[in-house]
């Protein structure tokens, strides 16, 4: 099955600029979602790309999608204390609704 | 419009038992799919229903099971409870018309196994 990988950590300072990578391995047409989770809560889409794009912005959050190294990253502008969250990369096959997901990436904001 | 909605939230049960947890999707919504996360292996498809059928599978054993009534409502089913069962059971709706599928999460079912 398709294999997605991500950090465990990062920390940042409130009002820097947070960069949470995923590398994925399947080589069809598939979708790219990133999903926010807080604690006791489920999963919360925050945006999705196609594999056949470079790039979304989507306000604070900018996804930047690197299809000859399976690579895509979630930047996160002027993060706020609030971001602080596990945040999970996911693959989907196009056409497919089975989604696979990444170990997560937990931010944590220091004020 | 109501979220997903996940009962019970929290159940504690004994290895060897059975359990089951439901999951009512957001209205209007045709496809659930069921997730087990834990701190090892992080979040794992276990299956979806769309119209009452299974329509995908992953790798789980035999002991995990599930149903979608005609209202969409799904159940899923654990037989047989081992200690590693213990897992937050994630359930996730979507409308299903064409990609990419949007799946709305519920807050979880954090089952413990003793």
């Known amino acids: 099955g398709e294999d997605v990988e991500q950090s465990l950590f990062l920390s940042v300072r409130e009002g820097d600029s947070s960069v949470i990578n995923c590398t994925y391995t399947?080589?069809?047409?598939?979708?790219l979602y990133w999903y926010k989770q807080e604690p006791g809560a489920g999963l919360q889409l925050l945006t999705y790309?196609?594999?056949?794009?470079d790039m979304k912005q989507d306000q604070r959050l900018t996804v930047l999608l690197n299809k000859k190294d399976k690579h895509l990253s979630l930047r996160i502008a002027d993060t706020q204390t609030g971001d602080s969250a596990i945040y999970f990369c996911?693959?989907?096959?196009?056409?497919?609704?089975?989604?696979?997901f990444g170990s997560g990436t937990k931010l944590n904001v220091k004020p | 419009k109501a979220g997903v909605t996940q009962t019970p939230r929290y159940l504690i049960k004994t290895r060897g038992q059975q359990v089951t947890l439901s999951c009512s999707p957001i209205?209007?919504?045709?496809?659930v799919s069921w997730y087990q996360q834990t701190p090892g292996q992080g979040l794992q498809f276990l299956f979806e229903?769309?119209?009452?059928?299974?329509?995908n599978k992953g790798n789980f054993p035999g002991r995990f099971s599930g149903r979608q009534f005609s209202n969409s409502r799904s159940e899923m089913n654990v037989s047989t409870l081992e200690l590693g069962d213990s897992a937050l059971y994630l359930c996730?709706?979507?409308?299903?018309?064409?990609?990419?599928?949007?799946?709305?999460f519920g807050p979880g079912t954090r089952l413990t196994v003793t």
């Open positions: 996730a709706s979507s409308q299903d018309r064409g990609t990419p599928y949007e799946q709305y």
């Open positions: 399947d080589s069809s047409s598939t979708y």
């Open positions: 790309i196609f594999s056949n794009m």
């Open positions: 996911a693959e989907s096959p196009y056409n497919f609704n089975k989604f696979y």
């Open positions: 209205s209007g919504h045709r496809s």
């Open positions: 229903y769309f119209s009452e059928t299974q329509r």
